[in-house]
């Protein structure tokens, strides 16, 4: 047993301390000498049950005007930022709107003079989903806005590990100026069901690819272990959401299934044993619920990651030893319900349960925070009846304040909004990114070794911004009036809109409607034609490849940066990071968990045409 902590220090005239519960003495939790489970294990002892409960709620907070706390209800944050932080006790915030580099400062600071006014100062820790590329969906990512604006990470999975690595280093810097301090990513989920939707955030279908992306990603966001200069990552999705059953995603009831018809699921698991090797700060598991999945011999009961113990504690706290923060992803608990529609709680296998008994079915599985969720009431009313011990509470707070004291949050959680200025989307960061966009790009097919595209042509366009377009020449209104015709495409889905969110995912189909194909073989019989498709998944390509000279596949690449890539300015050297398959018929027959697994494809995972640098300008 470690010497118990004393209770109380004199006050060092040489030590910057913080006063965090307004005693005027120097209480071992708030001294920097001490080490994070000292810390813990003095300040675990001082908490209410109201303030631990509320270390295990992880919810929405949006920015207000001008670098002000939101006063009312958000867009889908569910309570005032006053309600959350002092009557409800929650200290961890998944950030959705905010401004400008100095703006996201500001509120930053003002979110932790709020906290100060807690009982024991107890600092926030704001997390954000990727928002470093150019999709915007409120239930996965954001655009860039003001932070320098990279290639989605399948983009950067075509390209170096070193490429990751800085891009890494670079999104730390910028989180770290505006004060948010926990990244809910990365998503190292194989993409090996072409369907799916969430394919975007992956490093794509490969496992050993996807493992050294992790681990170079990581690298660049943690460092060597983290410290307060480190953005701590929250790996997901354990033990692996690729394999959707028919490629539906499990944010709906209709996706709930995960199957494994090839046996994979040792495959889909490598990324996460490799992330648990790495040191990352916290786990994430998937909505889905196994279908059919046996470990060890024994069947995986059919509900929910998150709810499902065999595969948090047995697998991920007992087999991989991982002891950090497991937190589950949205709403397990409770229906969401915004802008007019409603999005079921993903309580798969156990949607039965009332909120309250699927609380238990989460503590009891080992997890440690409710993602979405700030029902912080029915949790205090579970340890009141002593159906949660508190004991049970104790175990998830010790690993949420242990890393508050890691990143150094209880010594100094404020930013500077001069710096945060100066650092947000300054000219170099967004000058790598603009270069790590065109360099993504993959050349799929170039006939006649037409790249670069020289820079005095009459150009058709479609889908490009006339003024990226002038680098390429003169913009015509017609092809018949064009030495080059070039069209940017986006992947191919099937638009629904029923739930909430749903029409921000894209599923179904993988095929282009044969009336855009028509449309663009007749452009192809006037004048040779440059086609790239944005694939945020594989698409079905063999109608464009029969007809473009040129065909690209980018994955977060703007207009200008695009045209940069065609015309030599950046080389393009991204590569492709799944296949892309010959057919849907080949999509159909292929088995859901494992890579690679499309007949004949049309494109093989990892291909690309190599644009000869020597040619390049």
């Known amino acids: 047993m470690p010497a118990p902590v004393p209770t109380t220090t004199p006050i060092p005239a040489a030590t910057p301390w913080r006063d965090l519960n307004g005693n005027g003495v120097l209480d071992p939790y708030e001294d920097p000498r001490l080490d994070p489970v000292a810390r813990t294990a003095d300040l675990l002892g001082r908490l209410s049950i109201e303030e631990k409960v509320g270390l295990m709620f992880h919810t929405v907070i949006e920015s207000g005007p001008n670098g002000t706390l939101l006063d009312a209800p958000g867009a889908l944050s569910k309570s005032s930022t006053r309600t959350v932080v002092l009557e409800k006790h929650l200290n961890h915030f998944n950030v959705h709107a905010l401004g400008a580099g100095r703006d996201a400062a500001r509120w930053a600071n003002a979110l932790q003079r709020l906290a100060e006014q807690t009982p024991h100062g107890i600092p926030v820790t704001i997390s954000t989903d990727p928002r470093h590329a150019f999709v915007e969906n409120a239930g996965t990512s954001f655009t860039a806005g003001a932070f320098s604006q990279w290639p989605e990470p399948l983009g950067l999975a075509g390209l170096d590990d070193d490429d990751i690595r800085a891009f890494a280093d670079i999104a730390r810097r910028e989180y770290l100026a505006v004060g948010i301090r926990m990244a809910l990513h990365p998503q190292v989920d194989l993409a090996t069901e072409p369907r799916w939707g969430r394919q975007l955030h992956t490093f794509g279908a490969d496992p050993e690819r996807t493992t050294r992306a992790l681990s170079a990603y990581i690298e660049g966001f943690q460092g060597t272990e983290i410290s307060e200069s480190s953005v701590a990552c929250v790996t997901k999705h354990f033990p692996g959401a690729g394999p959707q059953q028919d490629g539906e995603d499990a944010h709906f009831p209709y996706g709930r299934e995960q199957v494994y018809p090839g046996g994979a699921f040792d495959l889909h698991l490598a990324p996460f044993r490799a992330a648990v090797a790495c040191g990352t700060a916290g786990m994430m598991p998937y909505y889905g619920m196994p279908v059919g999945l046996e470990l060890d011999g024994r069947p995986v009961?059919?509900?929910?990651?998150?709810?499902?113990?065999?595969?948090?504690?047995?697998?991920?706290?007992?087999?991989?030893?991982?002891?950090?923060?497991?937190?589950?992803?949205?709403?397990l608990v409770n229906d969401n319900v915004a802008h007019g529609q409603v999005l079921p709680a993903k309580a798969w296998g156990v949607e039965h349960l009332s909120p309250a008994e699927r609380m238990l079915a989460i503590l009891d599985a080992g997890c440690d925070q409710f993602g979405g969720e700030e029902c912080v009431e029915i949790l205090c009313e579970l340890v009141r009846d002593g159906r949660v011990p508190e004991a049970r509470i104790d175990e998830s707070a010790r690993r949420i304040l242990e890393l508050k004291f890691r990143l150094g949050l209880f010594d100094d959680p404020f930013v500077d909004e001069d710096e945060a200025e100066r650092i947000v989307g300054n000219a170099d960061f967004r000058a790598l990114g603009f270069r790590a966009q065109g360099e993504s790009l993959a050349v799929l097919q170039d006939e006649g070794w037409m790249l670069p595209l020289s820079a005095d042509a009459r150009v058709y366009v479609e889908g490009l911004s006339h003024s990226a377009a002038a680098a390429l020449g003169t913009v015509v209104d017609h092809p018949g009036d064009a030495d080059i015709a070039v069209v940017r495409l986006a992947a191919p889905y099937e638009p629904r809109d029923d739930l909430l969110f749903e029409s921000l995912f894209h599923q179904g189909s993988l095929e282009f409607r044969p009336g855009l194909v028509a449309r663009l073989a007749a452009i192809a019989a006037e004048v040779p034609l440059v086609i790239d498709v944005s694939l945020e998944r594989p698409a079905i390509l063999e109608p464009l490849a029969r007809i473009a000279r040129v065909l690209t596949a980018s994955f977060g690449t703007g207009d200008e940066a695009f045209v940069a890539a065609l015309t030599g300015v950046i080389h393009p050297r991204g590569s492709l990071p799944f296949e892309i398959p010959r057919s849907m018929e080949a999509v159909r027959r292929s088995r859901e968990d494992v890579p690679h697994d499309t007949v004949d494809p049309l494109f093989a995972f990892g291909h690309r045409v190599v644009v000869p640098a020597a040619v390049t300008r």
């Open 301 to 331: 009961p059919a509900v929910g990651f998150g709810f499902n113990r065999r595969i948090v504690t047995g697998l991920l706290r007992e087999q991989l030893g991982f002891d950090g923060l497991v937190v589950t992803d949205w709403e």
